[in-house]
């Protein structure tokens, strides 16, 4: 249990064009779901929180003009990198949590595999 | 400043060795996690600890919480390369989840 996807996995654009990232809870559903960013070799930088049905809350710094998120339904969240540019190519990974049904215990976090993006 | 101190930051080591990674807070958590990130990869969680004085193992892998619940430690018993990867600490903070900035740890055949 407590599977998330995330797709695509990695992909390569021109700068300037717009990139979706889409972030699933296979098997519970998720009341929140968070986007981060992470460098080569660094840790984790939330974005941004989404709970569903609700705007997202973006962390300080963060673009949300840039960096738009969806969260229309309890296992799917979207980021899209809009007009992307070389200095957004980062690996971005999604995270949901659950309230406690399902056996996930409620502050815990299950992360996706991650979506690397380069553009160019 | 990071609200969760890891420490080492970087370790590398022979397999068979053993090993602590520490994660240290002045703040008080209702939980805490700890993950293995492998490169090109998404964190994986390894353990959720919720009690003060709490110990949880895993195979080799040895967590304990602080009975104040402010700091947790991860010990590793007779590393093998397999152990190679991130470690992170995360600890519940009303919403949100405070990341440490994680420990590196390379483990040499």
């Known amino acids: 249990g407590a599977v998330v996807s995330q797709h695509p996995s990695w992909v390569i654009c021109k700068s300037g064009t717009s990139v979706k990232i889409e972030c699933r809870s296979l098997d519970f559903q998720a009341t929140t779901m968070f986007w981060y960013r992470q460098f080569p070799k660094q840790s984790l930088m939330l974005m941004a929180t989404?709970?569903?049905?609700?705007?997202?809350?973006?962390e300080q710094g963060v673009e949300k003009d840039k960096f738009l998120i969806n969260h229309a339904s309890l296992t799917l969240s979207t980021l899209t990198v809009t007009s992307a540019h070389p200095e957004d190519s980062s690996f971005y990974i999604c995270?949901?949590?659950?309230?406690?049904?399902?056996?996930?215990?409620?502050?815990?976090?299950?992360f996706g595999p991650g979506t690397r993006l380069l553009v160019l | 400043t990071q609200l969760l101190e890891q420490s080492p930051q970087f370790l590398s080591i022979q397999e068979g060795e053993n090993l602590t990674v520490y994660c240290n807070s002045s703040?008080?958590?209702?939980?805490l996690q700890w993950y293995r990130q492998e490169p090109g990869e998404g964190p994986v969680l390894l353990v959720t600890v919720v009690t003060g004085g709490e110990v949880k193992k895993l195979k080799r892998l040895t967590f304990q919480f602080g009975d104040a619940r402010k700091d947790s430690s991860l010990h590793i018993t007779a590393a093998q390369p397999g152990d190679t990867g991130l470690y992170l600490c995360?600890?519940?903070?009303?919403?949100?989840?405070?990341f440490g900035a994680g420990t590196r740890l390379f483990v040499k055949a």
């Open positions: 995360a600890g519940g903070r009303g919403f949100k989840t405070i």
């Open positions: 703040s008080v958590f209702s939980s």
């Open positions: 995270s949901a949590r659950s309230g406690l049904a399902g056996g996930q215990k409620k502050e815990t976090q299950y």
């Open positions: 989404s709970n569903e049905g609700s705007k997202a809350t973006y």
